[in-house]
């Protein structure tokens, strides 16, 4: 399975829907990686764009006083405990390939297109 990237995932802020792209790469490296090995070196990866991504994103709705600030913070910090959770269980060896399919789609596929929407409409009004 591979999760494709749409134009329509764009939000207007050049940065964002640069890392975007970059996290679908990831996303389809992951889902691509078959031992825990390529696993591990995925996660790293991934967890590593994520910070800098959120980080970013937090940023520009601290800056533009996005209404729903809090809520989509908390929003990314489930995504992160969800990903610490994947890590583990990598770690346990029992990652399973639809246990990839269902944290990276559910990311790709729902928080961007639907939580990022909302930070999308906000920013064309202003």
Known sequence: MQ???KDGYKLGDAVIDEQHQHLFALANAFLAAKDSD???QCAMRLYKHTREHFG???RLMRELHFPDYQAHVDSHNQLISRLNAVSDTIAKGSLTEQD???FMTD???HHIPL????????????
Do not use: G, M
Request: net charge negative; proline share 0%; hydrophobic share 45%.
């Open 3 to 5: 999760i494709e990237w």
């Open 100 to 102: 990839v399919q269902a």
């Open 107 to 109: 990311w790709a596929l």
């Open 56 to 58: 970013h994103e937090e």
């Open 38 to 40: 390529a696993q591990t």
């Open 115 to 126: 939580s990022d929407a909302k930070l999308s409409q906000y920013l064309a009004t202003r």
